[in-house]
Nanobody
Framework: QVEFLESGGGSVQAGGSLRLSCTVS???????????LGWFRQAPGMERETLAA???????AYADSVKGRFTISRDNAQETLYLQMDSLKPEDTGHYYC???????????????????RGQGTLVTVSS
């Protein structure tokens, strides 16, 4: 079964940076090559929030909460999706997941649960 594999989480102080990575198991990247890929966050007691998305051509879209601080990118040759997170805040704490959808990035941000794939996630903890 194809799964998304997220990594790169950790514990940092506010103002710090982390870089998350996402790959697809079972050589499944090709199935999503033409899809938009994105990241969403699930924090305890909070609603799921889609943070950023990127299409196959590199067009991006961001939620207002992370715009200017997070950068999403994808390397199709390396079959990896990235999320560079700078100027981290305590409210960025949560589990981060990647997903795919056949929709442009601005639409991807509004799809909520209507995206494909979910892995175990990677935990980001930001302390003040």
């Amino acid at each position: 079964q194809v799964e998304f594999l997220e990594s790169g989480g950790g514990s940092v102080q506010a103002g710090g940076s982390l870089r998350l990575s996402c790959t697809v198991s079972e050589n499944g990247w090709s199935a999503y090559k033409s899809y938009s890929l994105g990241w969403f966050r699930q924090a305890p007691g909070m609603e799921r929030e889609t943070l950023a998305a990127v299409d196959m051509d590199g067009t991006t879209a961001y939620a207002d909460s992370v715009k200017g601080r997070f950068t999403i990118s994808r390397d199709n040759a390396q079959e990896t999706l990235y999320l560079q997170m700078d100027s981290l805040k305590p409210e960025d704490t949560g589990h981060y997941y990647c997903a795919a959808a056949p929709a442009p990035p601005p639409i991807f941000l509004r799809l909520g649960n209507r995206v494909q794939g979910r892995g175990q996630g990677t935990l980001v903890t930001v302390s003040s």
